[in-house]
């Protein structure tokens, strides 16, 4: 994230932490020494005009932050500028006239944070825990993990919720921690000196992303799609994660969808995406698009290129064997006698007896298998060219029972 500091104006009030330019550049608090466990990331960012304490040299860090405060602080950290052609967010409770206005509007605008289901915002309500795990996610744009129950140490979060899959990619990235091995405390207020810990941690952890977008007000992303029947492509891989980020409905349109990819080593992966237009219970038309995903490291960070592909890939012949039988040589070749390779390359899984060629045209084939122990055993291979929008050839593998 590019990190343009600026103010938001001079309004100054009581625990406001951003609304403040006036904090020296080695401010300390007296009220914050340097034992404390935030006390780093607290003197950090008010050296950075970040935050600021109540004008009396104290920080109040056990006092919780208000959705006001950290508006304000979090469009800081976004390098936003608030004052600069702001929407109305429509919040009934929050005029122009308070002082956190155009930083709520801003974030509300940018969907970082929403209100209640009755209209309002609360701007002076205490932060939650999983307000700002939440809150936290959006504004960095953090990796949208996906969960099961077996991933949550937390008897208090539920995955499938917007805020307990969020504290989850927080904790996931090392970021956060629960207030017990087993309990988050996703209803308890943050407090000022937690805040600034936690938007330290974040901006310390925060990983590079890529996002491709929906390219018309009516498209949507629908899938990522894999070869399963291939078992050639995971969508998930070791290179990267992939997820799809859903826009929503507002009164100007739909804000539209985009991909997100977050890189984990160098390499080259693929990823194929699956969409429609308009919206899915309507049935409208499908598209596809397939890409190559290049992780390479530039000035030390991994970055993400999206490149358009119109090949289709060799593709997994998957072979399956017996715990006890293992490969000495697989011949391959055509069902009318045509030897295309008298010894191709094998690879194996990890997790699994099994084995795979790779086959790189289509056709019915035949792969012998010559065991170690002398033995033979024939599959009938399979392979279809793809639809146009998939990378990898349709295979099928079966074992031939020959008849004695």
């Known amino acids: 994230m590019k990190k343009i500091f600026m103010t938001v104006g001079t309004v100054a009030l009581a625990l406001s932490l ?20 935030f006390a780093e990331a607290v003197n950090e960012l008010a050296e950075r005009h970040i935050i600021t304490g109540d004008g ?4 109040k860090p056990g006092n919780p932050i208000t959705r006001g405060q950290l508006s304000a602080i979090i469009a800081k950290l976004m ?13 009934k409770d929050l005029s122009k006239a ?45 990796p949208r993990f996906a969960f099961n129950e077996e ?84 969508v ?15 009164p100007s349109g739909y804000t539209g969808d985009r991909v997100q990819v977050t890189p984990f080593k160098e390499g080259r992966g693929t990823l194929q995406l699956g969409g429609n237009y308009g919206m899915e219970s309507q049935n409208i038309k499908r598209y596809y698009h397939k890409y190559y995903v290049d992780v390479k490291k530039v000035d030390g960070k991994l970055k993400v290129q999206l490149l358009y592909a119109s090949d289709v890939l060799k593709t997994r012949a998957r072979l399956k064997l017996a715990s006890n039988e293992k490969v000495e040589n697989i011949r391959f070749e055509r069902t009318d006698g045509e ?7 094998i690879e194996g899984y990890t997790d699994s007896p099994d084995v795979f060629i790779r ?44 008849d004695k």
């Not at 390098?79 to 919040?91: C, E, H, Q, R, S």
């Not at 992303?209 to 498209?219: A, R």
């Not at 010559?370 to 074992?399: C, I, N, W």
Request: no cysteine.
């Open 236 to 250: 998930n891989s070791e290179l990267y994660h992939a997820a799809i980020i859903k826009g929503r409905q507002t």
């Open 98 to 142: 308070n002082g956190y206005h155009n930083a709520i509007a801003k974030l509300a605008e940018l969907e970082v944070i929403g209100g209640y289901a009755d209209g309002s915002f609360g701007p002076n309500d205490p932060v939650k825990r999983g307000q700002m795990a939440s809150i936290l996610v959006k504004a960095f744009d953090l």
């Open 18 to 37: 951003p609304l403040s330019s006036m904090a020296a550049s080695n401010q300390k608090f007296t009220d914050v020494p340097p034992t404390k466990h």
């Open 359 to 402: 086959v790189d045209k289509p056709g019915n084939f035949i792969a012998t298998v010559r065991f170690t122990d002398g033995k033979e055993a024939r599959y009938a291979v399979e392979v279809k060219a793809p639809d146009q929008h998939m990378l990898y050839y349709q295979v099928k593998t079966s074992k031939i029972v020959d």
């Open 79 to 91: 390098g936003l500028n608030p004052d600069y052609m702001v929407k109305d967010p429509g919040f």
């Open 339 to 345: 030897v295309l390779s008298s010894n191709m390359p």
């Open 151 to 234: 991933e949550n140490p937390f008897d208090d979060v539920k995955p499938n919720t917007s805020h307990g899959a969020n504290v989850l990619i927080l904790h996931k990235l090392g970021i956060t921690t629960g207030i017990t091995s087993d309990r988050f405390g996703i209803n308890e207020f943050v407090t000022r000196g937690q805040a600034a810990k936690l938007m330290q941690l974040t901006e310390r952890v925060q990983p590079e992303t890529y996002s491709l977008k929906t390219w018309g007000p009516m498209l949507r992303f629908s899938e990522i799609m894999t070869d399963e029947d291939t078992d050639e492509f995971v």
């Open 56 to 59: 009396d040299g104290m920080f």
